[in-house]
């Protein structure tokens, strides 16, 4: 990529990429398969797996969702070239310890040259508007490999006039070079749908100079354990810490945002009950400080680590929402399975093992391998059980993942029924699900 004719070669072919893909008549479809907490409302909490472009689709066509959205945020692959992975930490009942094992969890080598790339976020971004209230924000998250190729585009799509910000995020997180600066931020870009976007002004700390009162008339001033301050209007520049690896809210997934990052950017551009998405959506950042600011969400990621890693954040939080996924569950061959054993009356569930085709499933770590040959627990990152499956949607009773006191045993707690089918659904630390459906005649 060399001049501007490239970029808009690029913008032309991701413009008829994104006319192509809203004017097919037949198109993926996705099905809610499982849903997690008591939701209430017209709009459904919602996680999908899948490729952004096709979901949005379906958001315009199936669910007549244009013009909804208050607020996007996307954090899409930075054009880095490099492979990221997932680290987690193995548990099993016969281990004295708990070594980190890491997986991969998406490439972003295969994005192709600079045009494939652009091609790839221009298609996206025209969805994104289709989304789009009049009122609504757009934030792209990007770094130095493509935000200014990328700011190019997004003047077209949104028009240079409804540029907001351009805001820094700044970390100390990261390695150092003899050969540049140190490369230490991040840049977010922030558009406007239209002139009448919302924006809520966000304020923060200014320390007087040596931290000392200035006693100025009509100017209120506050003191904590650092010094003497004034509240001002935000700035553009943000400095936040990475999610670092003693976090309570790190979940070992690469690239992981910091919640402290989104509460900013969803405070800022969205109102309690506005519908705000995120069509890259990773470990789910996005969707849990929503969940928490009241915001209703809509996220979207093709892997299936993001998944699970979304799905048992959310259930932590105690954040209602549903997972959506082309096709209905439907069992999964002998080469993904979980045992388990149901007790006599129906109440109870207990998971025995967990087995899957390492080779299929792309097991290479020779010590991951040794640990769930001795114990296929240890791969499972979250499972739930609903008592009374309708033969169509999961409705977990409850979700128990590794850090759950009881992990291998679920209760109905009183949700059992008399005769009834028996949903269990698994995740796996490797981004694979596993659903089965057992008959429970109680007695």
Request: net charge neutral; charged share 30%; proline share 2%.
């Amino acid at each position: 990529m060399s001049s501007i004719s490239d970029i808009a070669e690029a913008y032309r072919e991701g413009k008829k990429l994104y006319k192509e893909v809203l004017s097919r008549e037949v198109y993926p479809h996705f099905m809610m398969t499982e849903l997690y907490g008591e939701n209430k409302g017209e709009i459904l909490n919602t996680v999908a797996e899948g490729d952004s472009l096709e979901y949005m689709d379906h958001l315009i066509k199936d669910k007549h969702m244009a013009k909804r959205f208050q607020l996007i945020y996307v954090d899409p692959p930075f054009f880095s070239k490099s492979r990221y992975q997932a680290s987690f930490c193995v548990t099993s009942r016969d281990m004295k310890r708990s070594p980190v094992i890491k997986v991969d969890a998406y490439d972003d080598s295969r994005s192709g040259n600079m045009h494939e790339y652009l091609k790839m976020i221009t298609a996206r971004l025209l969805m994104m508007k289709e989304l789009l209230k009049e009122t609504g924000c757009i934030c792209v998250h990007l770094d130095w490999h493509a935000v200014h190729y990328v700011k190019i585009i997004m003047d077209e799509i949104f028009g240079r006039e409804n540029f907001i910000n351009e805001i820094i995020w700044t970390y100390k997180s990261g390695g150092s070079s003899r050969k540049s600066f140190s490369r230490k931020h991040d840049t977010l870009l922030l558009y406007g749908r239209s002139e009448k976007y919302k924006f809520n002004p966000q304020q923060e700390k200014s320390y007087n100079r040596d931290l000392k009162p200035y006693r100025f008339k009509g100017v209120e001033e506050f003191c904590d354990e650092k010094g003497w301050y004034t509240k001002v209007n935000m700035k553009d520049v943000w400095n936040i810490d990475m999610v670092g690896r003693t976090s309570k809210e790190r979940t070992g997934y690469a690239t992981q945002k910091p919640e402290k990052l989104m509460e900013r950017i969803i405070r800022a551009c969205s109102d309690e009950g506005d519908l705000c998405g995120d069509f890259f959506a990773g470990s789910g950042s996005f969707g849990v400080v929503c969940g928490r600011e009241k915001r209703r969400f809509v996220m979207c990621d093709k892997g299936g680590i993001a998944l699970a890693d979304e799905i048992t954040r959310l259930s932590k939080e105690n954040i209602s929402f549903g997972v959506e996924k082309h096709s209905k569950i439907s069992d999964k061959s002998d080469d993904i399975c979980a045992e388990v054993e149901i007790s006599s009356n129906g109440s109870e569930v207990r998971l025995r093992d967990y087995r899957f085709n390492k080779k299929i499933c792309g097991i290479s770590d020779s010590e991951f391998i040794k640990y769930i040959e001795t114990d296929g627990l240890c791969a499972v990152k979250a499972w739930s059980v609903d008592f009374d499956f309708d033969g169509n949607v999961h409705r977990a009773d409850r979700l128990l993942d590794g850090s759950a006191r009881d992990f291998s045993i679920c209760n109905a707690a009183g949700r059992a029924v008399e005769d009834s089918n028996i949903s269990v659904v698994c995740y796996d630390v490797l981004g694979n699900s596993a659903h089965m459906v057992k008959y429970a005649k109680r007695r």
